[in-house]
C-alpha cells in the first residue's frame, strides 16, 4: 500500500494536480451509479487522456476499486 500512497502523493503534487486520481474516481462514481458503457466512453473522451495518464488512471481504477476489472474491461 506504501506505494500507492507514494503514487498518489507524486500525482497530487505535480503539475496536473492529482488530475488522473479524480477523473478515475469520476469514472468509478458514474459506474457505480449505473452508467451504461456509451456514458462512461464519453466520459473518458471528455478527460482527453494521453496514453500514459490513461494508464495511470486505469491502474487507479483496477486498484482501488471493487469492480475495477469490470471498469476497465468496458472502457
Do not use: N, P
Not at 479524480?22 to 458514474?30: D, V
Amino acid at each position: 500500500m506504501e506505494i500507492w500512497k507514494a503514487c498518489l502523493e507524486s500525482s497530487a503534487s505535480g503539475i496536473y494536480h492529482g488530475t488522473e486520481s479524480k477523473q478515475a474516481i469520476a469514472l468509478m462514481r458514474a459506474h457505480s451509479q449505473g452508467a451504461s458503457a456509451t456514458e462512461l466512453s464519453q466520459l473518458v473522451k471528455e478527460q482527453r487522456h494521453s496514453g500514459a495518464s490513461a494508464g495511470l488512471m486505469m491502474a487507479y481504477i483496477k486498484h482501488f476499486y471493487k469492480d475495477g476489472d469490470s471498469l476497465v474491461d468496458l472502457l
